[in-house]
């Protein structure tokens, strides 16, 4: 490599000593390896993810993505960079990262899915027909605390839950009723916990995926810009 653009690797600032062909070049690598190092680490994220996380699909893995360097001719090294993450809709993929707690958005009760609503298993996704967004409308409410007529009241909520194939919101938790017999006076119906609602927040332990796919492509940077400045000064 020419002795002026090593001059300028160990003392950045000396760029300007450079010609302008020389200098464009060593902006181009350095973009060039900025883009390199984000598609290296978004790679490694993925596989750091697969290999720690129980995932139930791919949407996870397909929200990680990075951002190509979007200054076209950069004159500085301080404008090249580029970012890798993942994207809004994985947004709790920073709770894994760094660890934290976890409410509510409303400010009350977690709705967490049961094995139940995940098809007997918790390394299932929760299947769609019980998403919280599609039964909010099913759900006949019955609260033991506010109730004035007692067992007769969650009896009838209970029978029109079984019978229409509605849930039942008996105090925090949803329900579905999976069998309603009635012989003479004597009564008998099973539920089937779908949400447990008894939390306000849980806590997550760090767990990164991100800063460890990093560490690579860092190490590597030195490597990676060498190989490009030898592909762009011919």
């Given amino acids: 490599m020419f002795s002026g653009y090593k001059m300028v690797i160990d003392d950045p600032s000396k760029i300007d000593l450079l010609t302008q062909d020389m200098k464009n070049t060593m902006m181009k ?4 390896t900025v883009n ?14 697969q290999n720690n996380f129980t995932l139930r699909n791919t949407f996870t893995t397909r929200q990680i993505g990075y951002d190509r360097c979007q200054v076209e001719n950069p004159q500085s090294f301080d404008q090249i960079e580029s970012h890798v993450g993942a994207k809004e ?3 709790y993929m920073a709770r894994q990262e760094e660890g934290g707690l976890h409410t509510a958005n409303n400010g009350g009760q977690l709705s967490i899915p ?9 390394k299932n996704p929760v299947q769609r027909s019980m998403y ?5 409308r099913r759900i006949i409410k019955y609260n ?3 109730s004035g007529t007692g067992k007769s ?9 079984y019978e229409s194939g509605r849930y039942l919101k008996y ?20 539920l089937e916990m779908i949400y447990f609602r008894g939390l306000t927040s849980t806590v997550t332990a760090a767990a990164p995926w991100l800063q460890p796919a990093a560490e690579k492509p860092a190490q590597d940077a030195q490597a990676i810009f060498n190989s490009q400045m030898n592909k762009l000064d011919k």
């Fill in 29 to 32: 690598a350095a973009v060039n």
């Fill in 36 to 49: 390199m190092q984000a598609a290296l680490t978004r790679k490694n994220a993925i596989e750091n993810i």
């Fill in 89 to 91: 809709k994985a947004s």
């Fill in 114 to 122: 049961t094995d139940t609503a995940r098809a007997g298993s918790s």
């Fill in 132 to 136: 919280r967004s599609r039964i909010n």
């Fill in 144 to 146: 033991p605390e506010h």
């Fill in 153 to 161: 009241a969650l009896v009838s909520a209970a029978k029109t839950a």
């Fill in 171 to 190: 105090g925090k938790n949803i329900y579905r009723v999976t069998s309603f017999k009635k012989t003479g006076d004597n009564i008998k119906f099973e």
